[in-house]
């Protein structure tokens, strides 16, 4: 079963599709928004690129890394792509998708919630090729997609 993982940010959605068959990531790549985009422009552009990223690698699973509800600084332009995700996703094939913050992300893994930064940061190592060379969004996508095997 192949998985992906989302992390967004105002102006990149990163995601991982993950292998569940042979435990292993099989890509890691970014969908850049163009600036010269408006946001319904940009909303449609991400939307419209996930869907073939699912039908190219044939995703039966997905799992959205959510902002975290505690957050200080709410960015809007994340929020709304994180729900043009989920919108996505609902009108995809996917068999299942979750939403997750640092919490259900650590459970659906089976690591403790403390340990997340540090995989996220690099300090601890997770049994991924090249781990170290992931920037900090891509190993949220990463843990996102193995995550979502668990959806």
Not at 8 to 16: L, Q
Not at 123 to 151: F, M
């Given at each position: 079963?192949?998985?992906?993982?989302?992390?967004?940010?105002?102006?990149?959605?990163?995601?991982?599709?993950?292998?569940?068959?042979?435990?292993?990531?099989?890509?890691?790549?970014?969908?850049?928004?163009?600036?010269?985009?408006?946001?319904?422009?940009?909303?449609?552009?991400?939307?419209?690129?996930?869907?073939?990223?699912?039908?190219?690698?044939?995703?039966?699973?997905?799992?959205?890394?959510a902002?975290?509800?505690?957050?200080q600084?709410?960015?809007?332009?994340?929020?709304?792509?994180?729900?043009?995700?989920?919108?996505?996703?609902?009108?995809?094939?996917?068999?299942?998708?979750?939403?997750?913050?640092?919490?259900?992300?650590?459970?659906?893994?089976?690591?403790?919630?403390?340990?997340?930064?540090?995989?996220?940061?690099?300090?601890?190592?997770?049994?991924?090729?090249n781990?170290?060379?992931?920037?900090?969004?891509?190993?949220?996508?990463?843990?996102?997609?193995?995550?979502?095997?668990?959806?």
């Amino acid at each position: 079963m192949r998985t992906i993982g989302i992390r967004a940010s105002p102006s990149v959605v990163t995601f991982a599709v993950f292998d569940d068959a042979n435990g292993e990531i099989i890509n890691v790549e970014e969908i850049v928004i163009p600036l010269a985009f408006s946001t319904p422009a940009a909303l449609k552009y991400v939307r419209n690129n996930l869907l073939d990223v699912l039908r190219e690698f044939e995703v039966e699973k997905a799992g959205i890394r959510a902002t975290e509800s505690n957050s200080q600084t709410l960015n809007i332009a994340r929020i709304q792509l994180e729900g043009v995700i989920q919108e996505a996703f609902a009108s995809s094939n996917l068999a299942a998708y979750y939403i997750g913050q640092i919490s259900s992300i650590s459970a659906r893994i089976g690591i403790e919630r403390a340990d997340f930064k540090p995989y996220v940061d690099g300090t601890k190592l997770w049994e991924v090729e090249n781990w170290t060379q992931l920037s900090k969004e891509q190993r949220e996508a990463v843990l996102c997609a193995i995550g979502a095997v668990n959806a």
